[in-house]
């Protein structure tokens, strides 16, 4: 099922079809008269690029103390949606899960869990895996020996941190992505880590028993059959389980064999809406692709 995933134009076209072309309410720039949408129908159907936040707007909120204005919430979702800026991309994505809250609660610094030897196989595992991430690019393939490789420092200090989940696949392609966007900080990379994982309780999705992950394929299966009930009953059809075919999705937040420019614009939507925003993009990638998928047939069919 390797030709499911999309490819660059696949992509392109899911990212214009999902994040621009939904359009039923638009925004305006005064919106005192305006009904504004509830919460829950905001993220599906506000998009208006006059309403998107400057810069110098993101800065100014980023440090705002009271809570957001009813205006504000409903223009930093509108941004997100439509692309964050790159220089304030790592920083709007620390504000999202709240790092510093998750931080100040820890009595230890990033540098005590990076000093704290891990006693079984995770080193290992992690330096096998940061070989296979984004191999498109140069970053993080220095030897991981000489405690220079930034991305393998990150997940050997999650690693301790989270006792219980310790690394697994996946994290190696969030972790990547938190550094280019963070300066290639170490610190703030690993600190946005432990903000997600807990934040929007994705280190679940990790556990041993994977309650997490069980509950999001539950979730896909009932989307899959109320929207593409063709799509799921030819997945049945060729005895392909739904969990193994999008397991892998979830666990690597859908960045494996993702270009970085669309990578990134996942995680924005991701760290703002969480497990809901990764099932509808789902949904939208089989209605694009469905045609393609009813043509496959199992090799035992």
């Not at 809570?67 to 790159?86: A, D, T, Y």
């Not at 009953?233 to 005895?239: A, F, G, K, T």
């Not at 064999?257 to 614009?265: D, N």
Request: charged content about 30%; some cysteine; glycine content about 2%.
């Amino acid at each position: 099922m390797s030709q499911i995933r999309p490819s660059i134009e696949d992509m392109t076209k899911l990212e214009d079809d999902y994040f621009e072309e939904r359009k039923p309410k638009q925004l305006k720039r005064s919106i005192s008269t305006s009904k504004l949408p509830d919460e829950e129908e905001d993220f599906e159907q506000l998009t208006d690029y006059n309403y998107v936040l400057t810069e110098m707007e993101w800065r100014e909120l980023l440090v705002q103390k009271h809570k957001l204005s009813e205006e504000q919430q409903q223009r930093m979702i509108v941004s997100i949606k439509c692309g964050l800026p790159g220089r304030q991309r790592g920083t709007i994505w620390e504000y999202l899960v709240k790092v510093e809250k998750y931080k100040k609660k820890s009595a230890q610094t990033y540098e005590d869990f990076l000093t704290i030897e891990n006693t079984d196989n995770t080193d290992h595992t992690i330096r096998k895996d940061i070989m296979r991430t984004f191999p498109e690019s140069k970053f993080h393939k220095e030897d991981m020996t000489t405690n220079n490789n930034s991305l393998f420092n990150v997940l050997k200090a999650y690693s301790t941190y989270d006792t219980e989940v310790k690394y697994c696949q996946g994290m190696n392609f969030i972790a990547f992505l938190f550094l280019q966007n963070l300066d290639q900080s170490e610190e703030r990379a690993f600190w946005l880590l432990v903000a997600m994982m807990n934040h929007l309780k994705w280190r679940k999705l990790y556990k041993l028993d994977t309650p997490k992950l069980l509950k999001l394929l539950k979730r896909l299966k009932n989307k899959m059959i109320k929207d593409v009930n063709d799509v799921y009953l030819h997945l049945v059809d060729n005895d392909l389980p739904i969990e193994g075919v999008f397991a892998p999705y979830f666990l690597t937040l859908f960045l494996y064999s993702t270009p970085i420019p669309i990578a990134e614009r996942i995680i924005d939507c991701f760290l703002y809406k969480g497990e809901d925003f990764l099932i509808e993009m789902t949904i939208q990638m089989l209605k694009l692709k469905q045609d393609k998928i009813l043509s496959f047939r199992s090799e035992h069919g």
